[in-house]
């Protein structure tokens, strides 16, 4: 199990929850020492056009010059968590900022570019892999990451409903078990969700049970291959836990 991480992560690059002080640290602090970290390099633009218009890009890079710059750096530790997933070990973005509200032309909900679309469709265009799965545990759902691949049936976006924590599990296995052929699967690892953050519905136990899910999916269809990428997750007195906890399944 590899964490990719960067410590320009740590900047403030935005005014919005995502980019808080403290909340990158605050996962550090918990996964630390336990796990073993490697740093990734910077994507190019080139990458951020395997999804992206460069109408968007442009849009970003003069609107936001530091959320562009420490935005290729989360495109890249993406990247490199693919990378050690096609090697066969787990691996999990500590990135920021998020990605799967960012569409081929524009991007909200403190996103800029799609950090997991642009690592599965490299795995693409690569020839590394054909079929893909992505699972958005998140609170929210990853309309960018829906848009960037609507159309396309080699790579199937599946955010898990809510409401409750059976419903939440529930609905996680129902959707595993109708995959049938995929050669990776990437999860949008949000922790917004969490009883004590925004959604008030899952505890840091069902965040084990859902990485636990998908590594067996994995083992079942992909000779293992996964890696997850942070989305959001906002209370810094339990994020770290809800990572790690998710780590634990994961690995
Ligand atoms: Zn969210």
Known sequence: MKIVYHKRYCEVYASDPAAAPGRIEAIVKELKGKFEFVTPQPANEEDLRLVHTQNHIEHVKRNAPLAFEIGLLAVGGAIKASEI?????PAFALIRPPGHHASPDSSWGFCYFNNVAIA???????????EAVIVDIDLHFGD???NIFSGNPNVIYHHVADNSREKFIN???IFLDSVKKCDIVAVSAGFDRHEMDWGGILKTEDYTLAGKLVKEFAEKLCRGRRFAVLEGGYNHAVLGLNVKGFIEGFM
Do not use: C, Q
């Open 85 to 89: 997933a096609m090697n066969k070990e």
């Open 120 to 130: 599965i469709e490299k795995l693409r265009r690569n020839g590394k892999i054909e």
């Open 144 to 146: 960018g990451t829906a």
């Open 171 to 173: 609905d996680l296995k």
